[in-house]
């Protein structure tokens, strides 16, 4: 199975931006179904963004309007960009794959076959 390694995570203050990326490249090349989760302890994954093969996305609503999910051809990643960050953001973020091509920008985990490490983002008030 191939590798999905993300970057970019870090810590900013509440209202900064942050942009991760997904290095992907079977994936990507292929048009396959991708996604960012994020993770709190002691609670659920969350979807945050999706991408579907024809580029239609898909957001949480918490994240809808500051969060905007993209697909780097050139460098094969998957990226999120965030923006207007606050602390309630902060959580280990997971790019993911459905590891085939779909028409359904799901944010639902149980579609999702291969998962990265996760990177860290820290947002404080």
């Known amino acids: 199975q191939a590798q999905l390694v993300e970057s970019g995570g870090g810590s900013v203050q509440a209202g900064g931006s942050l942009r991760l990326s997904c290095a992907a490249s079977a994936y990507i090349s292929e048009r396959h179904c991708m996604g960012w989760f994020r993770h709190v302890p002691g609670k659920s994954r969350e979807g945050v963004a999706a991408?579907?093969?024809?580029?239609?996305?898909n957001y949480a609503a918490s994240v809808k309007g500051r969060f905007t999910i993209s697909q780097d051809d050139t460098k094969n990643t998957l990226d999120l960009q965030m923006n207007n960050l606050s602390p309630e953001d902060t959580a280990m973020y997971y790019c993911?794959?459905?590891?085939?091509?779909?028409?359904?920008?799901?944010?639902?985990?149980?579609?999702?076959?291969?998962w990265g490490q996760g990177t860290q983002v820290s947002v404080s008030s």
């Open positions: 991408l579907d093969t024809y580029g239609r996305t």
């Open positions: 993911a794959t459905k590891a085939y091509r779909c028409n359904s920008p799901s944010l639902s985990q149980d579609e999702y076959s291969a």
